[in-house]
């Protein structure tokens, strides 16, 4: 049962967020890359940009769907060379996670990005891997790695990669699926998920974002993925949204990514609260935050801001949804449960 959260004053929501213990499960860390480590790094390796400046390139980033965005993410990511780069862009982004509240991180990484350019999986891997123990000592934030296979790519190519990886199998906790959707049906990785599954790592995928619902349903039953990344197109089927409420099956949401990409045209038209409001598990996330103009508190603000009839209930509903759908220990997601618990009593 929903505790009564209700008689806590919005003027509170502010405070609540920040200190809300929170888990981010949907961030592409070579989307947290700002302009100004772009060009520290394009200089260190001698990587010509096609910016004059970090003001030309934040200019840049007007886009009109998925594809515009990515063009310039990958381009982006190629400053990208050595295991210190990895590590410097991940503990930027855990320095403004710790700020934000986050105890529990759950990072994308796209190795096919840099491999294909000749950089070492184990400068990928390594230099990932001591951000997040990092994160740990520094932050006490908690923090695991989930491998994107780029979905514009071949299954092949995922295999190939998969292979590459897996002397570092300790080193990652799962799989995903990224990249451009619209033409790149789920089905078309069923193998390598398959085998992923026999490996024991979790597994999730993108869908939805762009692609239609039936690709929300494709990675559910061929993929057998565990969450769904995006998954707001699931109302467009009804008899899905009902599965995913009964099944619980957590989306990770990304407000401030689906108005700069036009999944929506605003935050106040976002359906999010529709979401919740249908029984699903749903969770805020940043995915690219370097490109959408927010990190993860300033998703959880702005779309408070934007939508009246979030209040401190689905505060601490979504804030509660991020700890249960993490693939974190049981005890430590208990741990945070009982302190969220405990934030929101003493403010009612
Ligand atoms: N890669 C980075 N961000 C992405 C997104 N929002 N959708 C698909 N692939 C991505
Ligand atoms: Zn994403």
Redesign the pocket.
């Known amino acids: 049962m929903t505790p009564d959260f209700s008689r806590i004053p919005r003027s509170r929501l502010p405070e609540l967020l920040q200190r809300s213990p929170k888990a981010e499960l949907h961030i592409?860390i070579?989307?947290s890359l700002e302009p100004e480590l772009i060009f520290e790094l394009a200089q260190r390796n001698g990587v010509a940009l096609p910016y004059a400046s970090v003001a030309a390139l934040r200019a840049a980033y007007s886009f009109t769907d998925?594809q515009s965005?990515?063009d310039l993410?990958y381009a982006g990511a190629s400053v990208l060379q050595t295991e210190d780069d990895f590590l410097a862009m991940g503990m930027a982004y855990f320095e403004r996670a710790a700020a934000d509240g986050v105890v529990r991180a759950e990072l994308?990484f796209?190795p096919q990005t840099h491999t294909v350019r000749g950089v070492p999986m184990a400068a990928v891997i390594g230099g990932l891997r001591r951000a997040c123990q990092q994160a740990g000592s520094r932050w006490g934030i908690s923090a695991d790695l989930i491998l994107?296979f780029l979905r514009h790519l071949s299954e092949d190519e995922a295999m190939q990669t998969l292979e590459q990886a897996l002397p570092w199998r300790d080193h990652f906790i799962g799989v995903g699926l990224?990249?451009?959707?619209r033409g790149h049906p789920p089905e078309k990785f069923a193998r390598v998920f398959a085998r992923c599954g026999a490996l024991g790592l979790h597994r999730v995928a993108?869908a939805g974002?762009e692609g239609p619902a039936a690709y929300i349903s494709g990675a559910l039953d061929r993929l057998q993925v565990e969450r769904i990344?995006?998954g707001v197109r699931c109302t467009e089927d009804p008899e899905l949204v009902a599965r995913l409420a009964a099944q619980r099956t957590p989306l990770t949401v990304?407000p401030l990514?689906n108005v700069k990409?036009r999944v929506f045209p605003s935050l106040a038209q976002h359906n999010i609260a529709d979401l919740l409001q249908a029984g699903l598990c749903v969770t805020v996330n940043s995915?690219?935050p370097a490109y959408f103009g927010g990190y993860l508190l300033q998703n959880y603000t702005a779309l408070f801001d934007a939508l009246p009839q979030l209040g401190p209930v689905q505060a601490w509903q979504l804030a509660r949804n991020s700890l249960e759908a993490s693939f974190a220990p049981l005890e430590d997601r208990q741990r945070w449960l009982r302190q969220l618990d405990d934030l929101f009593a003493s403010a009612a």
Do not use: I
């Open positions: 592409h070579e989307g998925l965005f990515l993410y994308f796209d994107c990224d990249s451009s959707e993108h974002e990344d995006h990304c990514s990409l995915d690219d």
